[in-house]
């Protein structure tokens, strides 16, 4: 029986190789019976675009006072710089904003989610007001969970107060 199944794998081998020499091409012979034969050749032009992945790039902060979600003096002066690399980008390609309201750990988390979004639909407003089309920007809060400094210090906590702008170009 042993014998007889390896008979077999030999035969099927043997078969296989058979059927796959048959199906082999000969492109060289082809072609030629091609050209005799006075058929036209048609080349077919394909424009091959490649998608280039995403960039994205983070634009200055704007901090904020605590408890606060007005815009000072300075952080106007952010965005109006973020602005103008906006409005390069946006000039060679096509891109969106993302503006994310962050707050320092003090403050219950529901408290620190909503002054978060105040802070990042504050800045969204203001690229609104310079220019920017509000299609282009969304907002989110991450309240106290993205924290730049985790130390419990004023100046700690000041730099977690803040929005950051996120641009990605296609």
Same mark, same amino acid.
């Given at each position: +029986?042993? @014998? ?6 030999? &035969?099927?081998?043997? =078969?296989?190789? =058979?059927?796959? $020499? ?16 006075? $058929?036209?050749? &048609?080349? @077919? +032009?394909?424009?091959?675009?490649? @998608?280039? #992945? =995403?960039? @994205? ?9 605590? !408890?606060?979600? $007005?815009?000072?003096? !300075?952080?106007?002066? %952010?965005?109006?710089?973020? &602005? /103008? ?11 969106? %904003?993302?503006?994310? *309201?962050?707050? !320092? !750990?003090? *403050?219950? %988390?529901?408290?620190?989610? =909503? ?17 920017? #089309?509000?299609?282009? %920007? ?5 309240? +106290?969970?993205? #924290?730049?400094?985790?130390?419990? $210090? /004023? ?16």
């Amino acid at each position: +029986e042993k @014998e007889m199944k390896n008979l077999l794998r030999v &035969v099927l081998v043997l =078969a296989l190789a =058979a059927g796959l $020499t048959a199906c082999k091409k000969n492109v060289k012979d082809d072609a030629n019976a091609d050209m005799t034969a006075g $058929t036209e050749m &048609v080349l @077919e +032009e394909t424009t091959v675009t490649e @998608e280039v #992945p =995403a960039q @994205e790039v983070s634009l200055g902060a704007v901090h904020f006072a605590l !408890d606060k979600y $007005t815009l000072s003096a !300075d952080a106007r002066k %952010i965005v109006e710089a973020n &602005v /103008q690399a906006i409005k390069s980008a946006g000039a060679v390609a096509s891109y969106k %904003i993302t503006v994310e *309201g962050n707050c !320092d !750990d003090r *403050g219950t %988390i529901a408290y620190n989610i =909503a002054l978060g979004q105040k802070r990042a639909d504050e800045v969204k407003a203001y690229y609104v007001r310079l220019g920017i #089309p509000a299609a282009n %920007i969304t907002t989110v809060s991450y309240g +106290e969970e993205k #924290p730049v400094c985790y130390e419990a $210090t /004023q100046s700690c906590w000041a730099k977690n107060r803040r929005a950051d702008t996120l641009l990605k170009v296609n």
